[in-house]
């Protein structure tokens, strides 16, 4: 007699079918990381640092 969860077909002993959630595999979190990781490097980073102004020219354009 096989275990609670188990039963046993063709001499084989199985787990019971059961309502299964598939889990996250751990490729899929690294992925959405280095995504995440890309999106801040390449898209800005953060608000406070686009509102800066940028410095002032060094001279003025065609006067010598």
Do not use: C, D, Q
């Not at 959405?32 to 020219?57: E, I, M, Q, Y």
Request: glycine fraction near 12%; hydrophobic fraction near 40%.
């Amino acid at each position: 007699m096989p275990e609670p969860g188990f039963h046993t077909v063709r001499s084989h002993v199985r787990r019971n079918p059961g309502s299964r959630r598939k889990k996250t595999s751990g490729w899929v979190i690294a992925a959405v990381a280095v995504a995440g990781l890309w999106a801040v490097t390449h898209l800005g980073g953060t608000a406070a640092g686009s509102t800066t102004t940028p410095p002032p020219f060094p001279f003025r354009v065609g006067v010598r």
